[in-house]
């Protein structure tokens, strides 16, 4: 007894000491009804199993025929509703990131071993008092003619407008009517928003992003720290079966078309390269992800008012690899770790136009994000 104790109290020191550097790791839960006769049905035992999900989880409906799953990783789900006498039923539902998924049915007796499929809706809007959109990363933005970046899938929600202080070319991101420095942006529950304007570092590989939830109006009180919206992004696990991708991309500045302005251009071509790969080191107890990222840019640009033509190149790099342990059913870690290391020749500081090339600066940006999480049910 004293041995498990300690173990509880270890584990709330350790949410309590991680909750002060993160969020706890957005998850889902799917909770709902069973009937039959438009009564609660108790006993029955309801079980759900995903590839998001290591090994299945399973509960058993109360008195009032409730059930609830919290902390479920996003995915796809399948949920079987077992009772002896009763026809089993088996509903597929879709689970997004800090959101609450309700999966209600009615049993029927029957005499004879029977079974009945049914296909929820897959609905990536949020059922409850929070308004959420869920954009899916494959299934949703890989189709759409718009960048891959964070910003972008933002800004496709409702609520949501490129009405901020113009900055780096673009206009800075505002959701529900409040200032573009008011929101919050979480990356596999960390907060990434950087201090002078308040939005979000590009602290992320495109192709390694699983979802993005982006809530505009009744949201928990438990995030904090923000008036406006709240973006909740997680990157992939891995999972039991092996997959991967391997992108590349290609531009060169003597493609662009001239201006009136323009001087010259860098005919060079400007390479990117972007893969990931996951899969299993034991099935349902030990999953590991890998992403990498690299960029080499060579751009002509010119000062203002005096045309001086210099080049200006760019090369970063940028690297996660992930781990997800499940102890057991209830309990699971997950440890990440994100990096980028960039550097850029021939740049200036601020945004205010150069009159001659002695402004010109090399700079290096290096990030890191590290964060370890540990979600259950005691």
């Known amino acids: 007894m004293k041995r498990r104790q300690w173990l509880i109290g270890i584990l709330m020191v350790l949410m309590s000491a991680s909750s002060s550097f993160a969020q706890g790791l957005p998850s889902g839960t799917l909770t709902g009804v069973v009937t039959h006769d438009g009564q609660g049905l108790p006993g029955v035992t309801v079980t759900v199993s995903s590839p998001a999900l290591q090994g299945t989880r399973t509960e058993v409906t109360r008195e009032s025929g409730e059930y609830i799953f919290p902390f479920l990783p996003p995915g796809d789900y399948t949920v079987s509703f077992v009772l002896s006498g009763f026809q089993q039923q088996t509903v597929t539902a879709k689970i997004a990131a800090a959101q609450t998924q309700r999966v209600n049915v009615a049993l029927s007796m029957t005499a004879v071993t029977e079974s009945i499929t049914v296909t929820a809706s897959q609905q990536t809007v949020s059922e409850d008092q929070q308004a959420a959109l869920t954009f899916q990363q494959e299934d949703f933005v890989e189709k759409l003619p718009i960048a891959r970046d964070m910003d972008s899938v933002v800004a496709l929600a409702p609520g949501v407008h490129l009405t901020g202080p113009r900055s780096g070319g673009q206009n800075q991101i505002t959701i529900s009517g409040a200032h573009s420095y008011e929101n919050l942006f979480l990356l596999n529950g960390v907060v990434i928003n950087e201090n002078l304007r308040g939005q979000s570092l590009p602290l992320y590989i495109e192709d390694a992003i699983q979802e993005t939830t982006i809530a505009t109006a009744g949201i928990s009180a438990e995030y904090g720290r923000f008036a406006g919206g709240v973006v909740n992004a997680i990157t992939k696990s891995g999972g039991n079966e092996f997959s991967g991708s391997f992108r590349t991309n290609l531009t060169n500045d003597s493609w662009v078309g001239e201006t009136p302005l323009t001087v010259s251009r860098a005919d060079s071509l400007n390479k990117s390269f972007e893969g990931t790969l996951g899969g299993r080191i034991l099935r349902d107890r030990l999953w590991f992800f890998a992403a990498g990222r690299s960029v080499e840019s060579e751009v002509q640009n010119q000062t203002s008012f005096t045309s001086i ?4 190149t760019n090369t970063q ?6 781990l ?10 997950v440890g990440s770790f994100i990096g980028i290391d960039q550097a850029t020749n ?8 150069i009159l001659d090339t002695r402004s010109l600066v090399n700079r290096e940006d290096p990030q890191e994000l590290k964060a370890l999480h540990y979600n259950g049910v005691l």
């Open 317 to 322: 790099d940028r690297y996660e690899a992930k």
């Open 309 to 312: 033509p210099f080049t200006t």
């Open 324 to 333: 997800t342990l499940s102890a057991s059913p209830r309990h699971n870690f």
């Open 346 to 353: 021939g740049t200036y500081f601020t945004s205010a136009p």
